[in-house]
């Protein structure tokens, strides 16, 4: 079940479009798990190996990097943002409602 689970969110993440963001109960949401954003972080967490699964556009409900500390090199995830016309202060998405993008 568990894998079943985060191939569903691996299917949302992988739509997120270029320069934008959503968060981990939106994700939940969108799958029909509303109350499941930890698992949804789970399933971010074991997505490194998927090169077409771009958990770097997945953040908390504040716009808050809160998954940074899981991605080689300590600001890679904020590097991957700002390449994509993100602007990152302090660990937080600057202009977060303008980067959200609802499932």
């Given at each position: 079940?568990?894998?079943d689970?985060?191939?569903?969110?691996?299917?949302?993440?992988?739509?997120?479009?270029?320069?934008?963001?959503?968060?981990?109960?939106?994700?939940?949401k969108?799958?029909?798990?509303?109350?499941?954003?930890?698992?949804v972080?789970?399933?971010?967490?074991a997505?490194?190996d998927l090169?077409d699964?771009?958990?770097?556009?997945?953040?908390?409900?504040?716009?808050?990097?809160?998954?940074?500390?899981?991605?080689?090199?300590?600001?890679l995830?904020q590097?991957l943002?700002?390449?994509e016309?993100?602007?990152?202060v302090?660990?937080q998405?600057?202009?977060?409602?303008?980067?959200?993008?609802?499932?």
């Open positions: 079940m568990k894998n689970f985060f191939e569903r969110v691996y299917q949302i993440v992988r739509q997120i479009p270029e320069g934008r963001v959503t968060s981990y109960g939106a994700i939940a969108a799958i029909g798990a509303a109350r499941s954003a930890r698992m972080g789970y399933a971010m967490n997505s490194h090169e699964v771009p958990a770097h556009r997945v953040v908390n409900r504040n716009g808050v990097l809160t998954g940074k500390h899981h991605f080689d090199g300590s600001n995830m590097q943002l700002e390449n016309g993100i602007k990152v302090n660990n998405i600057v202009d977060f409602k303008k980067h959200y993008w609802e499932p």
